[in-house]
């Protein structure tokens, strides 16, 4: 069933729900009558009753009265009319229980509850059992002969004034009812419809006139009062729904509605009546149903009652409707969310625009930067600055949203949004609060027609191309292609097959030796991440961990690997190699996740070695990071590991930080060390080397892998080393076989 045809369906079982209860065509007299139905199957007794009662009004209303001489006469004229104020009940008609048995039906049967019953008997011993009175809410009973005029008037005002109550009551649960079936229709479109075609018909329901009607809405607008608008019709008025009210041809509920709207109150005249339903945010709304004549007192109060219900109603709709908003503005910038945007886009999919549309997501370079340094207050500002100015470069038809942080996306026809004019916006510095801003952005472009599947996949690709963009294109706009895709789905397979091969206990740990350069003494060594495929190959680290990095599966798989190398290390211990150290590399979605100093204890606890033998391994970047933010690797040394910048010189260490980082040890980076060629050496390993012993690091050289690089490294004291010249990576087999044979 598609979406549409699904609203209808929920309508029409609304619209029938609400409906008056009883079965059958009911008939709409006006109720400015109590109606009083006699049963009894003695003509006099009908007679007498209505010679009685002549004349008589019951709570400022004259009386009505309807006549059945069976159970089965009554039972159709309850099945006609569903405003029957009290029914006069002869307990023995054709049976001795004709009477009582037929209460039953009534109540059980045709569910007539609020119609109020008396029973009348011949003999004191055809008086019902109390259960009986009980049971089938009965009001009252009599003996025939009993009931003299001031009786037969004090009983029946009793019986209109309890129907009257239970009307009453009725209209307030009915109002309640409508606020719980609304609330959960209201994130549909129809629902105000919905709701609004069920007050109509409630309405209708209690003042027993046919449903016709309408409601109106009358915006508030900041600056004018907009013209009243039809939100909802019923009955002949139909046609009228999503019109202005002008259009409306008959001039007394014109007249009604607009009275009303501008008086904030109910008004009635002698055709019908316009209640006000409340006012809200979204404006006034008030609801017109013609009633055929002038309704009495409590006609009246019996719809301010039903009011005060719909008013609550209406109410709750409008803090739906603003959640609805919520869940679709961004807060902050006022703009569309990406929830919107992707609405937006599949709306436009789905109605088979691809051709010709392009989604561009725009990054902010280093707004986090930005952010840290100037402020978050400055930050909100520049975002709300490049809201606006993005707004107004990209008006309608385009669709400007903002999807994360510091990204934005502009959607519309390319006629509109052409991927060089992307980044015009930005070209000119935004002022904040004084200050003159300039900023780079970073945006990736996409053509619908391109993508494969709808907005979840657009907004994917264009976060893929911006991916990409700003790792190597900072400040410029890509377009999305599709080996890109290709490129993203290849990626998207290692990962997988690399969750497989974690998952399935496929992964190993091989082991590099670390060696005293001067001695040749083994320290320790390095565990590095083995992903075997057929025929003993293996995937190249360099290829699966920076997905694993980005994917978020490194901490997981980070954890085993921290395990399983310091399993490795109690082992090694074990079999006699007591000081060796184990060295793990740590990678930044690890160290950021917030459980890393609870995931580093409980390992710790596990293997229960002495952590000072363990040499965690962190890139520069990280741990410049850590400088400025936060203490973490404080917090790490604290537990007593070891800590290595790994690929030392790759990274953009300031002098001054490095000092004040608690870190043991300078991994020199193997790219400077290839450098080295003959004794001359290479400035850099020099400078590093030097670096590290003034600052009371200890320095190791990695990827040596000549005897001459060795060499050089010795003639700078340069300590510790570890390359292919000494021992390749090796399974933990070979490692044993490796350290066995060389004492
Ligand atoms: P890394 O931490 O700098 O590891 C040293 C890399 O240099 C290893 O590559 C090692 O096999 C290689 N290597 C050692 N000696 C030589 C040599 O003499 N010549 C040459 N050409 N290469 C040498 P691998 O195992 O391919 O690892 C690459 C990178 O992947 C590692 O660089 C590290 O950043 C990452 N990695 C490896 N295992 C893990 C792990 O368990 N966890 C994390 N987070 N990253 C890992
Ligand atoms: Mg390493
Ligand atoms: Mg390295």
Not at 402 to 420: C, M, N, S
Request: net charge negative; aromatic share 6%; charged share 25%.
């Amino acid at each position: 069933m598609d979406k549409d045809s699904n609203d209808k369906s929920e309508m029409m079982q609304f619209l029938e729900d609400t409906a008056p209860a009883k079965p059958g065509e009911p008939s709409h007299t006006p109720r400015s009558v109590w109606r009083i139905l006699i049963t009894d199957d003695e003509k006099d007794v009908h007679t007498a009753t209505t010679f009685a009662l002549r004349n008589t009004r019951i709570l400022g209303r004259p009386i009505e009265f309807l006549h059945a001489n069976s159970a089965r006469e009554t039972v159709e004229i309850l099945k006609n009319n569903n405003d029957i104020a009290v029914i006069m009940l002869d307990v023995v008609m054709e049976t001795p229980n004709a009477g009582l048995d037929l209460v039953a039906v009534i109540r059980e049967e045709l569910k007539v509850t609020d119609s109020r019953i008396i029973l009348r008997t011949g003999q004191p011993n055809q008086a019902p059992e109390i259960e009986v009175i009980r049971d089938y809410d009965i009001n009252d009973y009599k003996l025939k002969s009993e009931l003299t005029q001031s009786k037969l008037y004090a009983a029946l005002t009793t019986a209109v004034r309890s129907y009257k109550q239970i009307r009453m009551i009725e209209a307030g649960k009915q109002g309640l009812d409508m606020i719980v079936r609304s609330s959960s229709d209201l994130l549909t479109k129809n629902g105000l419809n919905a709701f609004a075609q069920g007050v109509i018909v409630h309405l209708s329901g209690l003042l027993s006139v046919p449903p016709e009607g309408l409601i109106c809405v009358r915006r508030s607008d900041r600056r004018r009062e907009s013209e009243p608008h039809i939100i909802a019709a019923a009955g002949h008025y139909c046609l009228l729904i999503d019109h202005p009210l002008s259009d409306l041809e008959e001039i007394h509920a014109r007249n009604l509605l607009e009275a009303s709207l501008d008086s904030r109150t109910n008004v009635y005249d002698k055709y019908g009546l316009a209640l006000y339903l409340g006012s809200d945010a979204r404006g006034d709304m008030s609801c017109y149903v013609s009633s055929g004549n002038q309704l009495d007192d409590i006609d009246q109060s019996l719809l301010e009652m039903f009011c005060t219900n719909i008013s609550i109603c209406a109410d709750n709709l409008t803090l739906l409707e603003q959640l609805r908003d919520y869940a679709y503005t961004d807060g902050l910038v006022g703009l569309p969310n990406r929830n919107a945007l992707t609405e937006e886009i599949n709306t436009f999919i789905t109605e088979g625009n691809r051709e010709g549309y392009v989604l561009a997501v725009a990054d902010i370079d280093n707004f986090a930067e930005i952010n840290a340094s100037l402020g978050q207050k400055y930050g909100d500002l520049l975002l709300q600055s490049i809201a606006k100015r993005l707004r107004n470069k990209f008006p309608k038809p385009c669709f400007v949203a903002r999807v994360a942080g510091d990204t934005f996306a502009i959607f519309g026809p390319d006629t509109h949004l052409k991927a060089e004019n992307v980044l015009v916006p930005f070209a000119s510095p935004f002022d904040i609060s004084g200050e003159e801003q300039m900023i780079s952005v970073t945006a990736g472009y996409v053509p619908i027609i391109d993508v494969d599947g709808g907005a979840t996949e657009a907004i994917k690709d264009a976060s893929i191309v911006l991916k990409l963009a700003k790792s190597g294109s900072r400040g410029e706009v890509v377009r999305f292609d599709s080996e890109m895709i290709e490129t993203a789905k290849g990626r998207l397979e290692v990962l997988k097959g690399l969750r497989t091969a974690f998952d399935m206990e496929r992964l190993e740990l091989h082991y590099q030796p670390k060696l005293h350069l001067e001695s040749g003494k083994v320290l320790g060594v390095e565990a590095l991440l083995r992903w075997p495929v057929e025929d003993g190959e293996f995937v190249p680290p360099g290829t699966f961990i920076p997905l694993a990095e980005q994917s978020g599966l490194i901490v997981r798989l980070g954890e085993w690997i921290l395990r399983t190398a310091m399993m490795e290390l109690q082992n090694l211990q074990y079999q006699g190699w007591k000081d060796i150290h184990m060295s793990v590399n740590m990678s930044v979605a690890q160290l950021q996740h917030p459980a890393m100093m609870q995931t580093l204890k409980r390992v710790l606890a596990e293997t229960s070695v002495d952590p000072s033998l363990i040499d965690l391994e962190v890139t520069e970047s990280v741990a410049m990071e850590d400088l400025t933010n936060n203490t973490l690797l404080a917090d790490i040394k604290a537990l007593g590991f070891q800590i290595s910048l790994d690929d030392f010189g790759t990274g953009f260490s300031s002098l001054n930080y490095l000092q004040q980082m608690p870190i043991d040890r300078l991994k020199i980076d193997q790219s400077f060390v290839k450098e080295v060629k003959d004794s001359s050496g290479n400035e850099i390993v020099e400078l590093i080397v030097h670096l590290g012993h003034k600052l009371n690091k200890k320095v190791i050289a990695e990827g040596v892998e000549t005897a001459v690089q060795a060499e050089y490294l010795k003639s700078l004291n340069c300590e510790e080393v570890q390359g292919f010249y000494f021992a390749r990576p090796m399974s933990s087999t070979k490692l044993y076989a490796w350290l066995k044979e060389r004492t």
